[in-house]
């Protein structure tokens, strides 16, 4: 009987820690556990190709939030991403974003360079400078075909027929 009851706690352990575990993978794989209180911006790309919710936002290379949501606007076709900022932070108006890429094709983040502007962000603001993500496979097939040859190309070939 003895023997019964520990094997049962035994199990009762493992159980739980297992629960534990996959809440806690929940929670990191979704961004959750950045900590304390948060506020939410927003930030046009007109490509933000290879982003998507629950990727970091990070400020000189620290991470202070994660991307809730991408939506796209109707009238101009462009993304719109929100923001989850630590509420300890404030962005000045004329915060930048950029969507970088970790490593050489790695998962994309979005980069903030605060400006020096003495205005801050409000909640639900919109950073209005950004850049967006570099389309890779664009770049290899300009550079593989030699798009980037018949441009130069072109151009000499319009300058010697305007002189």
């Known amino acids: ?15 739980l820690a297992l629960a534990a575990l996959a809440w806690l993978t929940l929670k990191v794989g979704s961004g959750s556990l950045v900590g304390g209180d948060t506020y939410s911006i927003e930030a046009r790309f007109a490509n933000a190709g290879g982003l998507h919710a629950g990727s970091s936002v990070l400020l000189s ?13 109707p009238s101009d076709y462009s993304a719109i991403a929100t923001l989850r900022i630590l509420s300890d932070l404030r962005l000045p108006s004329d915060t930048m974003a950029s969507i970088k890429t970790s490593g050489l094709i790695g998962d994309k983040f979005i980069a903030l360079a605060p400006g020096a502007e003495e205005e801050y ?26 798009a980037v040859d018949k441009d130069a190309e072109t151009k000499d070939q319009t300058d010697k ?3």
């Open 161 to 163: 027929l305007s002189q």
């Open 121 to 146: 962000l409000a909640p639900g603001a919109r950073i209005t400078m950004t850049e967006s993500a570099v389309d890779l496979e664009s770049l290899i097939g300009k550079m593989a075909f030699g």
């Open 61 to 73: 290379g620290v991470s202070v939030g994660t991307v809730e949501s991408i939506r796209m606007d």
């Open 1 to 15: 009987m003895k023997k019964l009851k520990v094997e049962f706690l035994v199990g009762l352990f493992v159980i």
